[in-house]
């Protein structure tokens, strides 16, 4: 492939996941269908609200074997397949009429599918550009957070409009389409060498190799404390607001807008300023901010100001690390095999999603979740500072 393909190639496909992403970003409206569904099905709230939680943990496990399915199918066919249930999902959402019925097709159906597709597209297009990981990243997962803000007023306005059933069909009519294209336009990427300074070429890590290296379990330590900070912080920040800080609901709705913003800001800010500096330091400021975070929402008088501040540092922190991690673990394990060693290592994703409503439920109340996130990001943040990048096997190109 001469450089002009190549960079029309690349671009194409940049191009392409961009679109996927905001499709598939768009399942975190969830939120919105919540109150509807419970009254259709005659069911709580919070047994419809489980169908979420299903949601994400079918995310984390596709997304641990994206890499296999790219090896045997390739990432335009499994990013159309990604498409195809992910519109059946819903499809299947608006005709569930009982909770099972739900929980599979909303929870695991959309989960699998949206997992595959997200975590597929990232790592290949980030291998299209080993020189810009940082930047890429943040246009790709950025897009994956547009794709929830965009979608609110999309399904906010058809649930107003035609109603629930339709509004399922339309949602994945449309992210049926906009994957489909994507996928059109989307090549895998070549194999990386990467080369030393002595000109040896370097071998990567296979998943079993990094599996057994100190350096990926810190990592993975690492990942699921940002995410089970982030998402039991988002998923219960209205509630917080009115439990801990007595705003009304309508100010305590801003939180969504705040975490909304925050988010993205991570997701930009730290993707881009991993392509200046060290990424892990860029993690180890992530950390900080959202331990700042943390100790405000333990320790501080809480009113409007300092409780926005304090979900905004966590959401800060979560975003930006979700971003920036697809290329650490490439710059610690290599390129090649980054959807497998970062497959693993996505599944704090789900486990973390869990673990914050876990422990908030057995201990009742607020208090002990985030004591327990507080003391999870220190521990975090002495693995950022400590860790070094694992030694590489190197052989001379002459013996290849």
Request: glycine share 10%; aromatic share 12%.
């Amino acid at each position: 492939m001469n450089t002009s393909s190549y960079n029309r190639t690349r671009w194409l496909t940049l191009f392409g996941t961009i679109v996927t992403q905001f499709a598939l970003g768009s399942v975190y409206t969830w939120s919105l269908f919540n109150s509807a569904l419970s009254d259709k099905l005659g069911a709580p709230i919070s047994q419809v609200a489980f169908s979420f939680g299903l949601l994400s943990l079918g995310l984390a496990l596709s997304s641990s074997v994206a890499g296999k399915l790219q090896e045997r199918f390739g990432v335009k066919r499994v990013t159309m397949a990604s498409g195809i249930l992910l519109g059946l999902g819903f499809f299947l959402t608006a005709y569930s009429n009982n909770l099972l019925m739900l929980w599979l097709s909303a929870g695991v159906l959309v989960g699998l599918a949206d997992g595959a597709g997200y975590l597929l597209t990232l790592s290949n297009c980030v291998k299209w550009f080993p020189e810009r990981k940082g930047l890429i990243s943040a246009f790709a997962i950025g897009s994956y957070g547009l794709g929830s803000l965009g979608f609110k007023f999309i399904d906010s306005h058809l649930l107003a409009s035609v109603g629930l059933e339709k509004t399922f069909m339309i949602w994945g009519a449309i992210v049926l389409v906009m994957i489909l294209f994507g996928a059109t336009l989307m090549k895998d990427a070549p194999q990386q060498e990467v080369k030393t300074v002595n000109g040896v070429m370097e071998n990567d890590f296979t998943l079993a190799q990094s599996m057994r290296k100190p350096q990926y379990w810190m990592l993975a330590v690492m990942f699921l404390t940002a995410c089970m900070s982030g998402l039991y912080v988002i998923g219960v920040a209205k509630d917080i607001a009115q439990g801990m800080v007595k705003l009304d609901a309508m100010t305590a709705a801003n939180a969504v807008t705040v975490i909304s913003i925050a988010n993205l800001s991570g997701r930009l800010v730290l993707g881009i300023l991993s392509d200046k500096i060290a990424r892990i330091r860029v993690i180890t400021l992530g950390q900080v901010v959202s331990l700042v975070g943390m100790a405000a929402l333990l320790f501080a008088p809480l009113n409007e100001a300092t409780f926005f501040a304090a979900i905004a540092c966590v959401a800060f922190n979560f975003g930006g690390t979700i971003t920036v991690f697809p290329s650490l673990v490439s710059e610690f394990f290599g390129l090649n095999n980054l959807a497998k060693n970062y497959g693993v290592i996505y599944l704090g994703f789900g486990i973390g999603s869990i673990c914050g409503s876990l422990i908030a439920s057995l201990f009742g109340g607020f208090y002990v979740t985030f004591c327990v996130i507080f003391a999870l990001l220190i521990i975090s943040l002495a693995l950022s500072t400590t860790i070094r990048q694992p030694q590489r096997e190197v052989f001379n190109e002459a013996h290849a």
